[in-house]
């Protein structure tokens, strides 16, 4: 049974940085693709930023040079560290995994999701 934690959101001004962490059990970060999504009310879920098993990233372009995702195989974990955070950055962010590819900010080619976890940014 899959299953991914997501940690780290918080309210903060912009210009200001926050760590997201992601702690996935039933699956190891080094065999998966992964991925770091965010929903804002009235919008569709919109990929922020993935990483390969291989480790090649891709990011949205609102976020690059902002944020950088990051794993850490030996524990088992998954990172987004944002920087220079705007208020149009605030939304519920979410950790999710897949096996196979698949344009990767497409939400539907990801099949495990964890709870999400909120930023809000003022």
């Known amino acids: 049974h899959v299953q991914l934690v997501e940690s780290g959101g918080a309210s903060v001004q912009a210009g200001g940085s926050l760590r997201l962490s992601c702690a996935p059990s039933?699956?190891?970060?080094?065999?998966?693709?992964m991925a770091w999504f965010r929903q804002s009310p009235g919008k569709e879920r919109e990929g922020v930023a993935a990483i390969r098993r291989d480790d090649l990233t891709a990011y949205t372009d609102s976020v690059k040079g902002r944020f950088t995702i990051s794993k850490d195989n030996a524990g088992n974990s998954l990172f987004l560290h944002m920087t220079n955070l705007k208020p149009e950055d605030t939304a519920m962010y979410y950790c999710a995994a897949r096996a196979n590819g698949g344009a990767w900010d497409r939400f539907e080619t990801w099949h495990s999701w964890g709870q999400g976890t909120q930023v809000t940014v003022s």
């Open positions: 039933g699956l190891s970060v080094s065999d998966f693709s």
